[in-house]
């Protein structure tokens, strides 16, 4: 009976790597990113345009502190804009990565291995720009130590039920947790590049960074014990962060804000950005690396299924969305959703829906999902769609509210665009330098797989 059970078996195929990678192979292929004194073109192109709209930020921020928020195009009624817009979008790219590394590890999925280690840190480095925006929206950044829970001479606390500051707890919490889980599974990684540095500063570097890591069956235990330990904090911080951020919306009696389908909707959507600029990242650097036998067609494969999957969820809370406003016979309600449609950001409405809704279903296909040039297309496509959404949200849910007296148009100006897109470059700059510096794929997770080819291939 065993021998028609072993015929019907598919072959093994590794998940992540090719045929002929050893120990030795993997080490060296994913330090010599780090060990390697020139980078590629591409790396200095896009540091060099990373680095250029850093500057612009800088500019940006700093004309702000002069000026105050009147440079942007907030007015009354729309007193929340490009700031929030920006934070809610930011905030939602940085759930891939918990994503890939917590849930995907607890699940015991190999595939993460390939793809966990850039995308946490990309996580870091979203919510860094993401905490730039509550800052300098609020007018006085140097008040924001308002929002802590101190004892101070006034006994003035904070105000526990606004949604604002339950972002500054859930979002730093967030952050918190995701630093502590991207470095402790570096440590291994560290001690390997300490131990195989040509310099006696980077040797320094690294073994200050690696805490004494010399792979004792001790340190192992202790490190897994630890990594487990915070994936399992992670996880729920994956589902709660961003629908406290939603709550800034949820919690309010303006028309398109007050629905209860905003939490799961958001985390969704959060989802769905993230595993975009996941694969927006992961597509150039597989190629600028020649890193096609760590990142796969495979990997791409699965996170298009994942992107495809919360875009349906996003689908879904849309067409929820317009059937509360309609079904609930609130006249409010029903008019917000008529002015998104057909109002006058009716363009902007309907690019969401072709961006979001439209894009994603070229997904269905294998060839495509596979395929990494148009996988790139729909990410991009998906990336500005999910910003739209925000824009969407935010603006046309304030810019006509009860009173027809106070309705007046947003336009973002220079310095709304100069903010954003200056953050873009914070990104950039934040990502390129860790790829210079600390390995972008987690090298001892790859080992683990290769044994395990090895044997499932001999048999």
Not at 281 to 301: E, G, N, S, V, W
Not at 329 to 351: D, V
Not at 354 to 375: H, K
Not at 389 to 415: K, L, N
Request: hydrophobic fraction near 55%; glycine fraction near 6%.
């Amino acid at each position: 009976m065993a021998a028609p059970v072993q015929a019907r078996q598919r072959p093994y195929k590794p998940p992540v790597l090719g045929r002929g990678q050893t120990f030795d192979t993997v080490t060296d292929k994913i330090a010599s990113v780090v060990d390697r004194q020139e980078q590629p073109r591409g790396w200095w192109i896009a540091f060099t345009v990373g680095f250029a709209l850093l500057n612009v930020l800088l500019i940006a921020v700093a004309w702000l502190f002069a000026r105050g928020t009147g440079i942007w195009g907030v007015n009354n009624p729309v007193g929340w804009a490009f700031a929030i817009i920006n934070f809610v979008w930011w905030i939602g790219i940085g759930h891939a990565g918990t994503l890939i590394s917590a849930i995907l590890l607890l699940l015991r999925q190999d595939w993460r291995t390939s793809i966990n280690r850039f995308a946490e840190a990309m996580t870091l480095f979203a919510v860094a720009c993401a905490g730039i925006f509550p800052i300098i929206h609020t007018g006085r950044p140097w008040l924001a130590y308002w929002l802590l829970p101190y004892p101070g001479t006034m006994m003035v606390w904070p105000n526990f039920r606004s949604p604002l500051v339950w972002d500054v707890f859930a979002v730093s919490t967030y952050a918190t947790v995701s630093a502590l889980f991207w470095f402790v599974g570096l440590i291994p990684d560290l001690a390997t590049l300490r131990d195989r540095a040509t310099t006696p500063v980077s040797a320094r570097i690294y073994g200050a960074l690696a805490l004494g890591w010399r792979g004792s069956v001790r340190h192992w235990h202790r490190y897994e014990t630890a990594y487990l330990l915070l994936a399992g904090l992670s996880t729920p911080l994956v589902i709660s962060v961003h629908s406290v951020v939603s709550f800034d919306f949820a919690v309010a009696v303006v028309p398109g804000w007050h629905a209860t389908i905003f939490p799961p909707y958001f985390v969704a959507g959060a989802i769905y950005a993230g595993f975009a600029m996941v694969l927006t990242i992961a597509i150039p650097l597989r190629r600028m690396y020649d890193i096609k036998d760590f990142i796969t067609a495979q990997h791409l494969d699965y996170m298009a299924r994942v992107m495809l999957a919360t875009g349906l969820m996003v689908c879904y809370g849309y067409l929820t969305e317009a059937f509360y406003a309609f079904y609930s016979a609130n006249t409010f309600e029903e008019f917000m959703m008529q002015n998104r449609m057909f109002g006058p950001y009716t363009a902007i409405y309907w690019l969401l829906i072709l961006c979001n809704g439209i894009s994603i279903q070229t997904l269905w296909f294998e060839r495509v999902r596979r395929s990494p040039v148009v996988l790139f297309v729909v990410c991009m496509f998906v990336n500005v769609g999910m910003w739209l959404e925000r824009f969407v949200i935010v603006v046309t849910s304030m810019h006509r509210d009860f009173m027809p007296s106070s309705w007046f148009m947003y336009y973002p100006t220079v310095w709304d665009i100069a903010t954003f897109v200056g953050t873009i470059g914070l990104f950039l700059t934040l990502l390129f330098l860790f790829i210079r510096f600390l390995p972008m794929i987690s090298m001892f997770e790859m080992r683990t797989l290769v044994p395990a080819a090895e044997v499932k291939e001999e048999h």
